[in-house]
């Protein structure tokens, strides 16, 4: 169907067809939806855009609002729906599941606890085979922290600063993006070190990251030589030898930034920093929340882009697809060292949970979409650098596979970011041309593009030029 968009905003862009009709829309109409909205919901779940949308129906990387308006999602959730909004064969089996048995709790055996961990496992590096299956990342992290402490009978733990763990009060602590901090105690025993971030940061040049594109920073390193990664590993020397006793209990890192705006480190910096906190003796944990099950292209996890075997995995959002469920993988000796008392979950690794985390394992597999994350997300990345080489105000474009940032400044000299006003249109203007893209960031200057993993290079072509038409029309605005 033809898109009739409501809007000023034009753009030569097509939107790729679609064969997929939406259901008619039945519920409460606009207007009583958001008055509930104000009456009846946490004022704290804040929502995107000026007139939120009203989203009713799903299909891949397609989404549908009341009206019958279609857009292509970039964001998935919050980098949540791996494999295409509500995909067949995980639908499937959700509803065959259903069916048959919802809930049992961990006290007894039910198959698709068993075939989970086993299917699961299977995809990481030995010593990480043993799972404890929960509902959230921020319960991930929380009870990976837990862990850590409980295993080295230690206390401290380092995490980056513009770091996102999750938002519980325990994962407060390791959270360092100020937006989230509330004006209550948290993250005892929690320490921050600088973020090696080789755009923002005061060191950075054009070979450190893993990725298609490169900072627009120079620098005179030589091959093999990373100036900036050896100028961040002394800072994170000085906050072992500043910050925290001298054992500690452990170390945590996204492989890739999410929430900061897929911030990536020069290469060899986790693998060297793996090594100093184990010197430590502290264990290592990678936050794979957004970076795992093969949204890197490369890899299936992010810590293996970095060469790191860690101590212990957490996994959550892109695991269900959108169903809630997560989990923290690792070693049968630390896993041991929360078994010498009780630790419960109630409805960690339910019927329901494993058989959809099996499904989605069987969907990235039988529909390439590892594969599908690095071509059409190099072709990405190699398309929205022609924008940062167009645009003064595309400070940078970074990631891996289908974990992408765009960070929007006032200039490519000073580094500044984009005033909020100007990027809010920005963005606006994309959603209203039917692309929707997240935000991130220290100062929500970073525009985040983690799409479903089944989006094609059509679907790019046009986003890209959406975007196109969205900054040339900033630019008219400015001028």
Sequence with gaps: RQQKWKSSVSTRAKMPPC?????????????????IREQNISPSLRMYYKKPLLLHQGHMQWLFDYEGQRYLDLFAGIVTVSVGHCHPKVTIATQKQLAR????????????????AEKLTSLLPDPLKVVYLTN????????????????????????????YHGGSPYTLGLTSIGLYKHGLANGFGCSTTMLPDVFRGPWGGSHCRDSPVQTVRKCSCSEGECHANDQYIEQFKDTLNTSVPKTIAGFIAEPIQGVNGAV?????????????VRERGGICISDEVQTGFGRTGS????????????????????????????????????????????????FGGSPLACVVGAAVLDAIEEDGLQ??????????????????????????????????GVEMVTDKDSRHPLPAEEINRIWEDCKDMGVLIGRGGLYSQTFRIKPPMCITKKDVD???????????RHMERAA
Excluded: C
């Design 371 to 404: 594969k599908n994350s690095e071509d059409v997300g190099t072709y990405m990345l190699l398309e929205l650098a022609k924008l940062r080489d167009k645009f003064e105000i595309v400070g940078d474009v970074r990631g891996k596979g289908l974990m992408i």
């Design 462 to 472: 046009f986003a890209v030029e959406v975007l196109h038409s969205a900054l040339e």
């Design 101 to 116: 048995l919802w809930h049992t709790t961990n006290i007894y055996m039910h198959p698709s606890i068993q075939e989970y």
């Design 299 to 346: 890899h299936f996890w992010g810590f293996q882009t970095h060469d790191v075997v860690p101590d212990i995995v957490t996994l959550a959002k892109g695991i269900g697809n959108g169903f809630p469920m997560a989990a923290v993988v690792t070693t049968k000796e630390i896993a041991s060292s929360l078994a010498q008392n009780l630790h419960f979950n109630t």
């Design 19 to 35: 064969d997929f009709v939406p259901e008619k829309y039945e519920s409460y109409p606009y207007e009583r939806m958001q008055k």
């Design 136 to 163: 959230s990342g921020s319960e991930a992290n929380d009870l990976a922290m837990f862990m850590a402490r409980l295993y080295t009978r230690n206390f401290d733990i380092i995490s980056f600063r513009g770091a």
């Design 264 to 276: 990536q480190y020069p290469r060899s910096f986790l693998k060297e920093a793996y090594q100093l």
